[in-house]
């Protein structure tokens, strides 16, 4: 079975500092992760996704993620974290089956 | 385009009563799917199509049907809703099927459902 950890349920983090949102994940195999984020009443949008290659993943809005094997793990990070990045942050696997396999959800709030 | 329509935005159910989530697509995506997000539980993946015809079940099917007539449209059958079943459902496309090629899904807006 597949599955996905978002440790922490909120991340704080105050504007201009990095940002970091943990992911970890378990499979069988090599896995395709994405990070997808939620807005308040909106549905999720994609930022980014690692399939092969490069460990560091560059996606929208100035993301980034790198992916560790060893650790199993994706983690989200931001150089200078922005007021309106504050949303809720899902990481997620797929693997095997057709479909993605979710995360809790982590929610970030940019302090001004 | 105008990606993933989801309707209705808010509905309120009796316990017993039935209803239809549609869901449709302008973007020919030959995958869709079904998905209910809870409080700390993150998305669940509830049914899925791999394309008109193929419907297959996911982590949470039991209480609700889907069919796929068309590649444009997966709608989502409540058979007899229960307090259980409030949540907000996202219907999502992508193509090809994820896990084939993982490209990533589009979601709609969602359908918030409160069952009294």
Known sequence: ?112 | NAGVTQTPKFQVLKTGQSMTLQCAQDMNHEYMSWYRQDPGMGLRLIHYSVGAGITDQGEVPNGYNVSRSTTEDFPLRLLSAAPSQTSVYFCASSSPAIGASATEAFFGQGTRLTVV
């Open chain 1, 1 to 112: 079975a597949q599955s996905v950890a978002q440790p922490e349920d909120q991340v704080n983090v105050a504007e201009g500092n990095p940002l970091t949102v943990k992911c970890t994940y378990s499979v069988s195999g090599n896995p395709y992760l994405f990070w997808y984020v939620q807005y308040p009443n909106r549905g999720l949008q994609f930022l980014l996704k690692y399939i092969t290659g490069d460990n560091l993943v560059k996606g929208s809005y100035g993301f980034e993620a790198e992916f560790n094997k060893s650790q199993t793990s994706f983690h989200l990070k931001k150089p200078s974290a922005l007021v309106s990045d504050s949303a809720l942050y899902f990481c997620a696997l797929s693997r095997g089956r057709r479909a993605l396999t979710f995360g809790s959800g982590t929610r970030l709030q940019v302090q001004p």
